[in-house]
């Protein structure tokens, strides 16, 4: 056998040292600041060489906890990921995941006797600090591959805790999510469209009467702890104080909810307002942002309860947001190449949004309405035309019906500002509307609308002559008219008191720590004596002390019915029940 050309039968082995165990094993047993710091060094002497066949060696150093160490390790760390990622680029995304990965607070797990006892998250002082440590790695990763970018996005993206983790998880990774959002901000509206979609998940799976029951629920409980514990007290006073609301939400979903929208509304103030100053531009461009995702991922997705009041938030620094958000909405109403279920949903975020919205001003309203009448007017001439009887078929009219239910739910709301002042111009103008030919036409928009806006409508409309609608209102309830549904596979007769499943948005906000942002741009709803209903029909109203009297009560369900907007993400984030508003409350 011929051996000489073969040097690898002839060259004697290499001598190797041994340390007892691997290098990756005896770095990863390092604690002392001195030892890291000499290991770093000698590792970025030959960082050129560390190919790919070194992964292990690698992957041991990017899980050295060098975050919140002393001044001199981070140092010395941030450089070797610096020549690292420039001279073996194979190995960023794993720099860029294991600086996600101190996105979150790390967990502390107590064992006792074999036995985990404890999985709390670690309440260390230091935490800003470490956080400032990890962005200021991400920038100068950065900083020598400009293309980070395009690898970064999937994993945050991958990296987002599970939605039931703690308040404080996800509230430290949206928080730096959207701190990154600042020097890299070309992938802010991904990072929002995350963020959203992750927001959305919780919102829709605690509905606004599981949060409402909670609420009452912990109060009760509250209530019933200070009784019994001043059953033996002498003082009382104590006894007449009412329990008092704590910030934390008594539903753990809309906990978790409440500090993300906190935080969200918080990063939308500083990005507008810099030093006090309003940014125009900055403003604009997270406003074309946010609504983006706004068509992406909210307009899509029903009842949604609180994630879409960020727009709602957004809008109230200037007048001319909330006016191209509503023109926003009455492009997608008015364009017939848009879907129906997102036509009917920019319909009752537009009705909704003008009536809560405080600063929109009555000119605002006016204008929108004098969009929205002429439409309704030329839809129901292009059904007169055809010349045969017209059906309350909602999915052929479903945009229709739903732009009459946000006209009659804006004029309830905002009818007293635009009588105040001129209560003849003010009342030239809702007669100039032609209301009476609206709810007069054969389509029969009263038959479709919820009961409680239909009452309220017909209560303001009768007090100001306006429109009569009661003998419409009493012949749909005599003859209980179906309602056709061929969109739900084949003609289906439905007598559903809701069969638009009707949706209004921007419903009363029901956080507590990001909603004192909200509450003094909301118009809640206030009872006026003029709109009483008749008496025959005020015996069934329900009476309540809530700030919102008029969406009191519950929604009727709509079993059977295509819902108004399915959700855009899972099957079961399509509501089987209407939970917005305004609910029945009169038969």
Same mark, same amino acid.
């Given at each position: ?15 190797? *040292? ?20 000499? #290991? ?25 906890? #060098?975050?919140?160490? +002393? ?46 006892? =404890? ?27 400009? =293309? ?55 919102? *829709? ?42 910030? *934390? ?27 006090? =100053? ?25 009842? =949604? ?24 909405? #009455? ?43 002429? #439409? @309704? ?7 007169? +035309? ?85 003998? @419409? ?115």
């Amino acid at each position: 056998m011929e051996t000489d050309d073969r040097d690898f039968l002839n060259t004697p082995p290499v001598k190797t *040292v041994r340390f007892g165990g691997s290098v990756a094993e005896t770095l990863a047993k390092q604690k002392q600041d001195a030892q890291i710091i000499n #290991w770093l060094q000698e590792f970025r002497s030959c960082v050129t060489q560390l190919t790919k066949d070194h992964e292990q060696l690698i992957y041991t150093i990017l899980r050295l906890p #060098w975050v919140g160490r +002393s001044q001199a390790v981070v140092e010395e760390y941030m450089a070797f990921l610096s020549n690292l990622v420039s001279a073996q680029t194979v190995y960023l995304c794993a720099c860029l995941k294991m600086v996600i990965s101190h996105f979150t607070p790390k967990r502390v797990t107590i064992c006792e006797g074999g036995i985990d006892i =404890s999985d709390s998250d670690d309440e260390d002082e230091n935490l800003p600090r470490n956080f400032d440590q990890c962005h200021q790695a991400l920038q100068l990763i950065i900083s020598f591959v400009p =293309s980070t970018s395009r690898f970064l996005m999937p994993i945050l993206q991958e990296n987002f805790p599970f939605i039931q983790k703690s308040s404080r998880t996800l509230e430290c990774y949206v928080h730096n999510l959207l701190r990154v959002t600042i020097y890299i901000p070309s992938i802010r509206r991904d990072v929002l469209e995350v963020i959203i979609g992750k927001m959305l998940k919780l919102d *829709v799976s605690a509905s606004r009467s599981d949060i409402e029951e909670a609420e009452e629920n912990a109060v009760q409980q509250q209530a019933e702890g200070l009784t019994e514990e001043g059953l033996f007290d002498m003082d009382e006073d104590v006894l007449e104080d009412p329990p008092s609301r704590t910030a *934390v939400m008594a539903h753990p979903v809309a906990e978790r909810l409440d500090s993300l929208m906190a935080v969200l509304l918080a990063y939308v103030k500083d990005i507008c307002n810099v030093n006090g =100053s309003f940014v125009v531009e900055s403003t604009k461009e997270l406003y074309r942002d946010l609504l983006s995702v706004f068509d992406k991922v909210i307009l899509p997705t029903h009842a =949604s309860c609180h994630v879409q009041y960020t727009l709602f938030y957004l809008c109230s620094f200037r007048l001319a947001l909330a006016e191209a958000f509503l023109d926003h909405l #009455w492009k997608i109403l008015q364009s017939p190449s848009q879907p129906a279920v997102l036509r009917q949903a920019a319909a009752g975020y537009m009705g909704s949004f003008l009536a809560r919205a405080k600063f929109i001003p009555v000119l605002t309203v006016k204008a929108c309405l004098d969009l929205l009448l002429p #439409w @309704i007017h030329q839809y129901i001439d292009s059904q007169d +035309s055809i010349g045969k009887q017209a059906c309350c078929d909602i999915g052929l009219h479903g945009p229709f019906y739903t732009a009459c239910q946000a006209v009659f739910y804006t004029l309830i709301f905002r009818h007293r500002a635009m009588l105040e002042g001129n209560m003849k111009k003010g009342l030239e103008y809702l007669q100039s509307l032609n209301l009476e030919r609206v709810v007069m036409c054969q389509l029969n928009p009263l038959k479709v609308c919820l009961p409680s806006v239909t009452s309220m409508f017909a209560a303001v409309t009768r007090k100001y002559q306006v429109a009569f609608c009661y003998t @419409i209102i009493e012949r749909n309830n005599r003859n209980v008219l179906p309602v056709v549904r061929s969109s739900a596979g084949g003609d289906s007769l439905t007598t559903n008191t809701n069969p638009l499943d009707s949706f209004f948005p921007f419903d009363p906000y029901l956080l507590r720590r990001s909603g004192q942002l909200i509450e003094p741009l909301y118009q809640v709803w206030e009872e006026l004596a003029d709109t009483e209903l008749p008496p025959t029909q005020t015996g069934n109203q329900g009476s309540r002390e809530d700030e919102d009297d008029f969406l009191c009560g519950e929604t009727p369900k709509t079993e059977g019915v295509v819902g108004m907007t399915p959700g855009s993400y899972d099957s079961n984030f399509c509501c089987p029940s209407s939970v917005g508003s305004p609910p029945i409350t009169f038969q």
